[in-house]
């Protein structure tokens, strides 16, 4: 993708929907973290489920802990890898609870520090829950950024690193929403809806099918 085809890319984007949002349900930063931790190898509607039952009896570090494993590992037993991340979540309630007064603390560092938070989940709660302008390279963001051209990479990393440098500043805030959303419900991964895709103009996948498909049609 040229660099300015990256500016209407995102425009187009942000027209269609203006303030977009995490599909993970929460009432607090620690709900917004035990969720995302909850969400590795999972769907959101999958944690979602789980967590409607949860949250109620358990929205802080303290009562979670409260709860102890048998209970969290019932609640999430729908959820995949479900005592791991049972083990995981409240490992980090206690030290949430320990080192940081019950609050979920605000720095990378810190967040990474906590069983089963890795930079992926550490970029969603700083983006989401504080406004850092970070994007959290997930499937569909890895897949979003290299099949369109906006940030190919080998690693998620990588990716993440070249977004940050090739985003505006005005769309960076909500570019990670933007993206997984559209790689989510549009730029699928067995069979793309370029045929339904707003962005198509400045996407290198779609304009290698429309020179295809205008190849196909030319007169012989």
């Known amino acids: 993708m040229k660099t300015a085809d990256i500016e ?41 489920k789980a967590t409607r039952r949860l949250f109620p009896v358990a929205n802080t570090p303290r009562k979670m802990l409260a709860l102890g494993l048998e209970q969290v590992t019932e609640y999430i037993r729908t959820i995949g890898l479900f005592r791991t991340k049972a083990k995981n979540l409240l490992e980090t309630c206690r030290l949430l609870v320990e080192q940081h007064g019950g609050q979920v603390p605000r720095t990378r560092e810190a967040l990474e520090a906590l069983p089963g938070v ?42 993440e690193l070249k977004l940050l440098a090739r985003v505006p500043p005005l769309y960076l805030p909500d570019a990670h929403h933007w993206l997984i959303l559209h790689g989510r419900y549009v730029c699928q991964a067995r069979r793309p809806l370029c045929e339904a895709c707003q962005v198509r103009p400045w996407c290198d996948y779609g304009r290698t099918l429309d020179r295809r498909l205008a190849t196909k049609g030319a007169p012989c």
């Open 8 to 48: 209407p890319f995102f425009a187009t984007l942000k027209a269609a929907n203006p303030q977009p949002n995490t599909e993970l349900e929460y009432t607090n930063t620690f709900e917004l973290l035990a969720a995302v931790l909850l969400s590795a190898q999972a769907t959101d509607v999958g944690v979602n």
């Open 118 to 159: 890795g930079r992926k989940t550490a970029n969603v709660v700083l983006n989401v829950a504080f406004g850092e302008p970070t994007v959290a390279v997930d499937t569909h963001i890895f897949r979003v950024s290299n099949r369109t051209g906006l940030a190919p990479g080998k690693t998620p990393l990588a990716v």
